[in-house]
């Protein structure tokens, strides 16, 4: 049974370029959180998508977009980026009918450097 | 606003002596709390939930932590440290709305256990 997986792993981009990161879920969930790591610091809450909608966000700028497929996959965009945007992104997927005592799966995540 | 503050960004063990990691909450409704744990450049694995069923939970690896209204702690405990403990370890409270929980975590403990 896979877990959730990120890709890529790792990348570098220049200040002002756009990125896309992609999550799929661990079989079976139908939820899936973003969530950004700094170097240091725990993780903090991006956004939640859930039935292809964002359901939940965090105190991130527009700049930070998401989508959910119909397969449950997500992907995180981010535009205009900036050197504070350099982090850890991790995805986490769940089931919504766990509510909030439920689990998040998380996966390794994709490093973002940003130059 | 829900929160959860963890004491000590870093802590030393020797192998084989007690593991305490302290965390303390803040929260207005009774919180549904949660110990992860980071292994170096990987995601976070699930140590232990609290979800008001007991306020002793056990979770993987030897860990337990014990849930204190009066003192608003859930304090994350081993009785004998191995080196394969070492990790960063998050506390978290998860906070619902909008139909979904999310996750906040604290900033983390870093656990470094001495041979």
């Known amino acids: 049974d896979a877990g959730v997986t990120q890709s890529p792993t790792h990348l570098i981009k220049t200040r002002g370029q756009q990125v896309t990161l992609r999550c799929s879920p661990k079989s079976g969930h139908d939820t899936v959180s973003w969530y950004q790591q700094a170097l240091g610091q725990g993780p903090q809450f991006i956004f939640q998508y859930y039935e292809e909608e964002e359901r939940q966000r965090g105190n991130f700028p527009d700049r930070f977009s998401g989508h959910q497929f119909p397969n449950y996959s997500s992907e995180l965009n981010v535009n205009a980026l900036l050197l504070g945007d350099s982090a850890l992104y991790l995805c986490?997927?769940?089931?919504?009918?766990?509510?909030?005592?439920?689990?998040?799966?998380f996966g390794e995540g994709s490093r973002l450097t940003v130059l | 606003a829900q929160s959860v503050t963890q004491l000590g960004s870093h802590v030393s063990v020797s192998e084989g002596a007690l593991v305490l990691l302290r965390c303390n909450y803040s929260s207005s409704v009774p919180p549904y709390l949660f110990w992860y744990v980071q292994y170096p450049n990987q995601g976070l694995q699930l140590l232990l939930k609290?979800?008001?069923?007991a306020t002793l939970v056990k979770g993987i690896n030897g860990f337990e932590a014990e849930f204190k209204k009066s003192e608003t702690s859930f304090h994350l405990t081993k009785p004998s440290a191995h080196m394969s403990d070492a990790a960063e370890y998050f506390c978290a409270v998860s906070l619902w709305g909008a139909g979904s929980y999310q996750l906040t975590f604290g900033k983390g403990t870093k656990l470094s256990v001495i041979p």
């Open positions: 986490a997927s769940s089931l919504v009918r766990e509510g909030v005592t439920g689990e998040l799966f």
């Open positions: 609290y979800t008001s069923a």
